[in-house]
């Protein structure tokens, strides 16, 4: 089993309708959470406050630089709204990172300043666990 990385884009706050955000920015949620919600299928945690998410799904790789790409290809022909309308609503955005590490398939996590200054235009938190898994 390869070592995976999966990336997504959250933006999250209390009193804002994903579902609206969506229609603003042009660009249709991954996933939504609705406060209240429990945030997976099995599990018992409700969402504390609404979520617009963009993901990219889980791939097989070991760069998380090139998940990043990815995701900011993706988001890049709508940044300018996202900015705007994320600012407007006071609402929070980070870039989620999760690296599932089987054996000894190490990932780099070496970012370029210009994912870095990318990543910076929204004003986002960058998260990135590290969940290792037995093979």
């Known amino acids: ?14 009193s804002f309708d994903p579902h609206v955000f969506s229609e603003e920015v042009g660009l249709s949620a991954t996933k939504i959470w609705i ?3 429990s945030v997976g ?11 617009w998410i963009i993901s990219i799904g889980e791939l097989s790789t070991r760069s998380v630089e090139n998940q990043l790409r990815k995701i900011l290809s993706r988001l890049r022909p709508y940044t300018a709204l996202i900015i705007k309308n994320s600012k407007i609503k006071k609402l929070q955005a980070d870039f989620a990172v999760a690296v599932y590490l089987v054996g000894d398939n190490t990932p780099s996590i070496n970012l370029s300043s210009k994912i870095i200054n990318e990543i910076a235009k929204y004003n986002a938190v960058l998260d990135i666990d590290i969940i290792c898994i037995d093979e």
């Not at 089993?1 to 209390?14: C, L, N, Y």
């Not at 299928?41 to 979520?51: D, I, L, Q």
């Open 35 to 37: 406060k209240g919600q």
């Open 41 to 51: 299928e099995k599990s018992v945690v409700k969402g504390k406050e609404n979520e």
């Open 1 to 14: 089993m390869p070592t995976t990385i999966s990336v997504s884009f959250h933006v999250r706050g209390k």
